[in-house]
T-cell receptor
Framework: GDSVTQMEGPVTLSEEAFLTINCTYT??????LFWYVQYPGEGLQLLLK?????DKGSNKGFEATYRKETTSFHLEKGSVQVSDSAVYFC???????????FGAGTRLAVHP | SQTIHQWPATLVQPVGSPLSLECTVE??????LYWYRQAAGRGLQLLFY??????ISSEVPQNLSASRPQDRQFILSSKKLLLSDSGFYLC????????????FGPGTRLTVL
């Protein structure tokens, strides 16, 4: 069935380090792909999205490329900041009503 | 602009008690509405979605129910809470012409003791 697999956290990095959070999905067809971010005590915010193969979503220095051949949507950032500390969720939309299937989330902790 | 509200923000309830969580959306019409739950240390699971008033679809069998008495109001309920109902409940909406993004509310943290 439909599912998303994310790398387990927590991921602990020093400020200005390079970040990669892996995400692969199992889905029927070619769904839209998303990264959502959840800051401590808050709801989810859309970070970036890609709607078709080879699209690159980007926002706030984060990037992810829709790789159809590997069914992946890995999140990257070249230089993380303490303010990037949060939980990151990979997701895709399925079905006719935009139901989202989420990964388990990856907690990122960035230290000064 | 559109906003989404949830209340209460936090709730502590005893096992066996009833539950009512409310979600309202402002600034849009005929949205699709969704209830998700985030259990401790786990990802989000879609519980219910609604494409219109009194049109509710359940994604997983459980102790909860949902209702949509008005276009922009979505309510999550239970007659008798279980310990396993504890979690962070998130409401979301999407505008049907723009299915590519869902907007989430601030969430309700429910602890069942």
């Amino acid at each position: 069935g439909d599912s998303v697999t994310q790398m387990e956290g927590p991921v602990t990095l020093s400020e200005e380090a390079f970040l990669t959070i892996n995400c692969t999905y199992t889905a029927t067809g070619y769904p839209s792909l998303f990264w959502y971010v959840q800051y401590p005590g808050e709801g989810l915010q859309l970070l970036l999205k890609a709607t078709k193969a080879d699209d690159k979503g980007s926002n706030k220095g984060f990037e992810a490329t829709y790789r159809k051949e590997t069914t992946s949507f890995h999140l990257e950032k070249g230089s993380v900041q303490v303010s990037d500390s949060a939980v990151y969720f990979c997701a895709f939309a399925t079905g006719g009503y935009n139901k989202l299937i989420f990964g388990a989330g990856t907690r990122l902790a960035v230290h000064p | 602009s559109q906003t989404i509200h949830q209340w209460p923000a936090t709730l502590v309830q005893p096992v066996g008690s009833p539950l009512s969580l409310e979600c309202t959306v402002e600034g849009t019409s005929n949205p699709n509405l969704y209830w998700y739950r985030q259990a401790a240390g786990r990802g989000l699971q879609l519980l219910f979605y609604s494409i219109g008033i009194d049109q509710i679809s359940s994604e997983v069998p459980q102790n909860l129910s949902a209702s949509r008495p008005q276009d922009r109001q979505f309510i999550l309920s239970s007659k008798k809470l279980l310990l396993s109902d504890s979690g962070f409940y998130l409401c979301a909406w999407t505008d049907p012409p723009n299915y590519n993004e869902q907007f989430f509310g601030p969430g309700t943290r429910l602890t069942v003791l």
